[in-house]
């Protein structure tokens, strides 16, 4: 199970991080990610991390987020600074995770945190 927190209302300019723990028998986590889905629109990436720390970025979010993880915590987090209007959406966060090590990864995601920017 993955749990996401650290959503909220924020003016624009201003700054969220969202985390995002992965619970439960977990052998070990390959990539980890976080996506978004605003108000009549698709879930569409936000950014990604591999367990070795490489990154993508949607280029919307580029230069503003940062994605980071804790691999002894497994958790993964994103920084969210210069936040826009546009950012207001509910952002879920993604793990392929391996439970044992008889077992292959399997894909799984979190609640989603509603983060809401406006003044």
């Known amino acids: 199970q993955l749990q996401a927190s650290g959503g909220g209302l924020v003016q624009p300019g201003g700054s969220l991080r969202l985390s995002c723990a992965a619970s439960g028998s977990i052998f070990s986590i390959n990539d980890m990610g976080w996506y978004r889905q605003a108000p009549g629109k698709q879930r569409e990436l936000v950014a990604t991390?591999?367990?070795?720390?490489?990154?993508n970025y949607a280029d919307s979010v580029k230069g503003r987020f940062t994605i980071s993880r804790d691999n002894a915590k497994n958790t993964v987090y994103l920084q969210m600074n210069s936040l826009k209007p546009e950012d207001t959406a509910v952002y879920y966060c993604?793990?392929?995770?391996?439970?044992?090590?008889?077992?292959?990864?399997?894909?799984?995601w979190g609640q989603g945190t509603l983060v809401t920017v406006s003044s």
């Open positions: 991390i591999t367990r070795g720390g490489s990154t």
């Open positions: 993604n793990a392929d995770v391996r439970r044992n090590p008889f077992r292959d990864y399997a894909n799984y």
